[in-house]
């Protein structure tokens, strides 16, 4: 099984840098991704990770440690429309189950001016 | 763009019925989702399908069933609902191959159970 921590909640200034952290602890690992949603509407696809090392889009970079089962989200130049839930999610090692993932309990991160 | 439409945004119904959650995507996607969605508790998984016909249980299966008659369209049935499946109800679908292409999800359909 999978188990998947991040923190409830984080609150940053707007135009201050914010790193959610996620940790897991799989029985098989096939990458990791990272999904935003804002309140009321659909989880939207920020980045994936399956090798080591960091990975940059724009203002967003994730990282990802697989020896220490641990991943984070960087949010740089925050800005209002930022605040939202920060969901990792980690992909079953298991072929069979596709393209399954395994969610943490998401990040609720507040942009503050 | 891929598009994953969900029959309802919000729905309220009795203790003892049988719901029905309607998911259609029209990306000729393989795999296909159901999740929950509960404040502290994340996203967990339902029941998925990897092709027409084929459903495999997830995490919370108990309670619930699932449809896959035609490649676009995944229904989550609640044969006899309860307060306790009152919840945010999220479809997904996503390629069968794995590889860095994510799920996408619909709006979901907020389900109310009284």
């Known amino acids: 099984g999978q188990n998947i921590d991040q923190p409830t909640e984080m609150t940053a200034t707007e135009g201050a840098i914010v790193q959610i952290n996620c940790t897991y602890q799989?029985?098989?690992?096939?990458?990791l991704f990272w999904y935003q949603q804002h309140a009321g509407e659909a989880p939207t696809f920020l980045s994936y990770n399956v090798l080591d090392g960091l990975e940059e889009k724009g203002r967003f970079s994730s990282f990802l440690s697989r020896s220490k089962g641990y991943s984070y989200l960087l949010l740089k130049e925050l800005q209002m429309k930022d605040s939202a839930s920060y969901l990792c999610?980690?992909?079953?090692?298991?072929?069979?189950?596709?393209?399954?993932?395994?969610f943490g309990g998401g990040t609720r991160v507040l942009v503050k001016p | 763009d891929v598009k994953v439409t969900q029959s309802s945004r919000y729905l309220v119904k009795r203790t003892g019925e049988k719901v029905f959650l309607e998911c259609v995507q029209d990306?000729?996607?393989?795999?296909m989702f159901w999740y929950r969605q509960d404040p502290g508790l994340g996203l967990r998984l339902i029941y998925f399908?990897?092709?027409?016909?084929?459903?495999e249980k997830g995490d919370i299966p108990e309670g619930y069933s699932v449809s896959r008659e035609k490649k676009e369209r995944f229904s989550l049935i609640l044969e006899s609902a309860s307060t306790n499946q009152t919840s945010m109800y999220l479809c997904a679908s996503s390629i069968r191959t794995v590889s860095d292409q994510p799920q996408h999800f619909g709006d979901g359909t907020r389900l109310s159970i009284l």
């Open positions: 399908s990897y092709d027409v016909k084929m459903k």
């Open positions: 990306m000729d996607h393989e795999n």
């Open positions: 999610a980690v992909r079953d090692m298991n072929k069979a189950a596709g393209n399954k993932l395994t």
């Open positions: 799989t029985s098989g690992f096939n990458g």
